[in-house]
């Protein structure tokens, strides 16, 4: 199983960057995808997640409205769309698979496999 994050980069507050999260090796549209990053110094955190389904989304409160997750069944791909960046968003980007239940979607737990994170800063 493999998950490569790509995608991270340099950008200044209120820029965008869009981080994807190809994925082989296991059946994609039965995973639930997730994101979370860990900033220096700081415990890893959850970011956003997309049932197997996408009928479910989740996001942590502070990425809400400036931060979304998509898949792509077709291309075993996951997608985070970041507007309006805030140098608070600086960190390592990590994209995992999972068969979390709903408990347990927003926890490192709940996920069985990590892509090798992409570094995400964003300056003011």
């Known amino acids: 199983v493999q998950l490569q994050a790509s995608g991270g980069g340099l950008v200044q507050a209120g820029g965008s960057l869009r981080l994807s999260c190809a994925v082989s090796?296991?059946?994609?549209?039965?995973?639930?995808m997730g994101w979370f990053r860990q900033a220096p110094g700081k415990e890893r955190e959850f970011v956003a997640a997309m049932s197997w389904t996408g009928g479910g989304t989740y996001y942590t409160d502070s990425v809400k409205g400036r931060f979304t997750i998509s898949r792509d069944n077709a291309k075993n791909t996951a997608l985070l769309q970041m507007n309006s960046l805030e140098p608070e968003d600086t960190a390592v980007y990590y994209c995992?698979?999972?068969?979390?239940?709903?408990?347990?979607?927003?926890?490192?737990?709940?996920?069985?496999?990590w892509g090798q994170g992409t570094q995400v800063t964003v300056s003011s």
């Open positions: 090796g296991l059946t994609f549209s039965s995973y639930t």
């Open positions: 995992a698979a999972g068969r979390p239940i709903t408990t347990y979607v927003r926890a490192s737990a709940g996920y069985s496999h």
